[in-house]
């Protein structure tokens, strides 16, 4: 598998919903298009809701990973 380019980081564990969305979505619209977020979390919900909320927006969700017992990483790709 191709390793990806993430040009930010934002690390928003002990964040919830709607709060993980909305600072995510902050940080992507001060990016170029075609850079890579990626966003850490703690937050269930948020490992769904975050993805399908980009995707609402026109964003491309490269990937969600499991990357231990209850933490997440989302790889966001700025499509606008």
């Not at 040009?7 to 995510?24: A, M």
């Not at 170029?32 to 990626?38: A, M, P, S, Y």
């Not at 490269?62 to 933490?71: C, G, L, R, S």
């Amino acid at each position: 598998m191709q390793e990806i380019k993430v040009d930010r980081e934002l690390d928003i564990r002990g964040e919830i919903c709607p709060f993980t969305f909305v600072k995510s979505k902050l940080v992507l619209e001060k990016m170029e298009i075609g850079e890579t977020l990626r966003v850490l979390i703690d937050y269930e919900p948020s490992a769904v809701n975050v993805p399908k909320s980009m995707r609402d927006e026109g964003q491309e969700v490269i990937a969600v990973n499991k990357i231990d017992e209850n933490q997440w990483e989302i790889l966001i790709r700025k499509k606008r």
